[in-house]
Nanobody, 119 residues
Framework: EVRLVESGGGTVQAGESLRLSCTKS????????VGWFRQAPGEEREAVSC?????THYIGDSMKGRFTTSSDKNTVYLQMNSLKPEDTAVYYC???????????????WGKGTLVTVSE
């Protein structure tokens, strides 16, 4: 069974940092693009970051300079620094093998972890 499990969410004050983790299991052989997305209440889901199958790292425009993504064998991380109240959202990890990069309808999704940033 393919699973993606996010962890590391919580409540922090503006300016603080959090590191989210996404642990992968049950994936078959081959390379997968893995990305982070977020969805705030009443808002559309937004792409946050991606590690493409060629190893390229992407960060969303509003997060550049504050967020970074990295990975080891079974875990993908999202390091979030200088958090702002507008970063408040449920953060989801997603993976896909077919396209080589991240896109809105990736094959596999975690259940999400809530990040709340207070003033």
């Amino acid at each position: 069974e393919v699973r993606l499990v996010e962890s590391g969410g919580g409540t922090v004050q503006a300016g603080e940092s959090l590191r989210l983790s996404c642990t992968k299991s049950g994936f078959g052989p081959g390379n997968y693009a893995v990305g982070w997305f977020r969805q705030a209440p009443g808002e559309e889901r937004e792409a946050v970051s991606c590690i493409a199958t060629d190893g390229t790292h992407y960060i969303g425009d509003s997060m550049k300079g504050r967020f970074t993504t990295s990975s080891d064998k079974n875990t993908v991380y999202l390091q979030m620094n200088s958090l702002k109240p507008e970063d408040t959202a449920v953060y989801y990890c997603a993976a896909d093998r077919s396209m080589g990069f991240c896109y809105a309808n990736m094959d596999f999704w975690g259940k999400g972890t809530l990040v709340t940033v207070s003033e």
